[in-house]
């Protein structure tokens, strides 16, 4: 076939996918890519530039808000950077926080034939490997595969199915000493998180463990959706002087609730990540979601063009933790941290 008969045919193909997903669940899609690279295409030795293949790549966020969108960003600019921004066709789909949506979303990118499938956060990834046992499926932003996938990965990591990616867990039992080293003298811890997100009950369960380590009293505060949270919140602070909250998405999208409730009242929060701590937490033991959606293209494309086997690729842990601080929040609470915290830029 003549290469310019080639590229009509994956331009075709690619236009055909992006208009199914806009039918199927009226998300945002987007299948051309905008990212910048210091890497031209022409300067790229990949398969990909050699036979002029165009990779469709499907990716299902569970939810708009900065952490995710970090982690779509840096796997999208991984794969651009590695294949050239010729050689890959990004679908972006928003299930806009519903899992079902998500479910909606795999299996049209199942049925659109994509050659992989990113998955950004937990219900996304179990989503998406309901829906396939075929097609590559690579997730980030994800507290435990285990848990999510109710598997357990072997000696090295591996989840033994066509399942890879990153987690975004910072370790819970530093978590846990930083409410200790911060507050020796708290009273009781208030776990504020989501029940309906399997990532948030495995942080609460973990961290409950670390905190009955350290003799810290600690009480759950869970809600099902964002229409209980102003409630819990109100509770959590009448009982508690210290809150933490975990890498959860409802909470990450509806920070200004939690900070309405807790900033007047002076209790202290501190979050498992850092786009929480911007909106309404004291500190954070943090990772960079932007890096782990970077590692997580590179994944990707050990899988699409040297031929890996995510079946038997390791699950990878973040690989840098900066303990941060909102200097806003410290203020208005009368707190000083020491140097070993990093102020956020706001």
């Given at each position: 076939?003549?290469?310019?008969?080639?590229?009509?045919?994956?331009?075709?193909?690619?236009?055909?996918?992006?208009?199914?997903?806009?039918?199927?669940?009226?998300?945002?899609?987007?299948?051309?890519?905008?990212?910048?690279?210091?890497?031209?295409?022409?300067?790229?030795?990949?398969?990909?530039?050699a036979?002029d293949?165009?990779?469709?790549?499907?990716?299902?966020?569970?939810?708009?808000?900065?952490?995710?969108?970090?982690?779509?960003?840096?796997?999208?600019?991984?794969?651009?950077?590695?294949?050239?921004?010729?050689?890959?066709?990004?679908?972006?789909?928003?299930?806009?926080?519903?899992?079902?949506?998500?479910?909606?979303?795999?299996?049209?990118?199942?049925?659109?034939?994509?050659?992989?499938?990113m998955?950004?956060?937990?219900?996304?990834?179990?989503?998406?490997?309901?829906?396939?046992?075929?097609?590559?499926?690579?997730?980030?932003?994800?507290?435990?595969?285990?848990?999510?996938?109710?598997?357990?990965?072997?000696?090295?990591?591996?989840?033994?199915?066509?399942?890879?990616?990153?987690?975004?867990?910072?370790?819970?039992?530093?978590?846990?000493?930083?409410?200790?080293d911060?507050?020796?003298?708290?009273?009781?811890?208030?776990?504020?998180?989501?029940?309906?997100?399997?990532?948030?009950?495995?942080?609460?369960?973990?961290?409950?463990?670390?905190l009955?380590?350290?003799?810290?009293?600690?009480?759950d505060?869970?809600?099902?959706?964002?229409?209980?949270?102003?409630?819990?919140?109100?509770?959590?602070?009448?009982?508690?002087?210290?809150i933490?909250?975990?890498?959860?998405?409802?909470?990450?999208?509806?920070?200004?609730?939690?900070?309405?409730v807790?900033?007047?009242?002076?209790?202290?929060?501190?979050?498992?990540?850092?786009?929480?701590?911007?909106?309404?937490?004291?500190?954070?033991?943090?990772?960079?979601?932007?890096?782990?959606?970077?590692?997580?293209?590179e994944?990707?494309?050990?899988?699409?063009?040297?031929?890996?086997?995510?079946?038997?690729?390791?699950?990878?842990?973040?690989?840098?933790?900066?303990?941060?601080?909102?200097?806003q929040?410290?203020?208005?609470l009368?707190?000083?941290?020491?140097?070993?915290?990093?102020?956020?830029?706001?």
């Amino acid at each position: 076939m003549k290469k310019g008969i080639r590229k009509m045919l994956s331009a075709i193909a690619c236009a055909a996918l992006a208009m199914g997903c806009l039918a199927g669940c009226g998300s945002n899609t987007n299948s051309s890519v905008t990212n910048t690279t210091t890497e031209s295409a022409a300067e790229n030795t990949s398969t990909a530039a050699a036979d002029d293949k165009v990779y469709q790549i499907g990716i299902c966020q569970l939810v708009q808000h900065d952490a995710l969108d970090r982690a779509t960003q840096g796997f999208e600019d991984a794969l651009v950077k590695l294949l050239g921004e010729n050689h890959v066709a990004f679908n972006v789909q928003n299930a806009q926080g519903d899992s079902q949506t998500c479910a909606t979303i795999a299996n049209q990118f199942v049925n659109g034939g994509v050659d992989l499938i990113m998955a950004n956060a937990t219900a996304a990834l179990q989503a998406c490997s309901n829906a396939t046992s075929t097609i590559p499926v690579v997730g980030t932003s994800v507290t435990s595969f285990a848990a999510a996938l109710d598997i357990e990965l072997d000696a090295n990591g591996c989840t033994g199915i066509n399942v890879t990616g990153t987690n975004d867990l910072a370790p819970l039992d530093q978590q846990a000493q930083i409410i200790a080293d911060l507050f020796p003298d708290v009273k009781q811890v208030g776990i504020l998180y989501c029940s309906a997100e399997v990532n948030s009950v495995y942080q609460a369960e973990h961290i409950a463990a670390y905190l009955d380590d350290l003799n810290i009293k600690h009480k759950d505060f869970s809600f099902s959706d964002s229409n209980d949270l102003q409630a819990v919140t109100n509770n959590c602070v009448s009982e508690c002087d210290v809150i933490y909250v975990p890498t959860d998405n409802v909470v990450s999208s509806n920070q200004s609730i939690i900070d309405a409730v807790a900033r007047p009242a002076g209790v202290p929060i501190i979050c498992g990540e850092e786009s929480q701590c911007t909106g309404c937490g004291l500190a954070s033991l943090s990772i960079d979601f932007y890096d782990i959606g970077y590692r997580a293209g590179e994944q990707a494309y050990d899988i699409l063009v040297n031929g890996k086997n995510p079946a038997e690729m390791p699950v990878e842990d973040p690989q840098s933790l900066t303990r941060i601080y909102n200097p806003q929040i410290a203020s208005d609470l009368g707190i000083t941290l020491g140097d070993d915290y990093q102020a956020i830029e706001q």
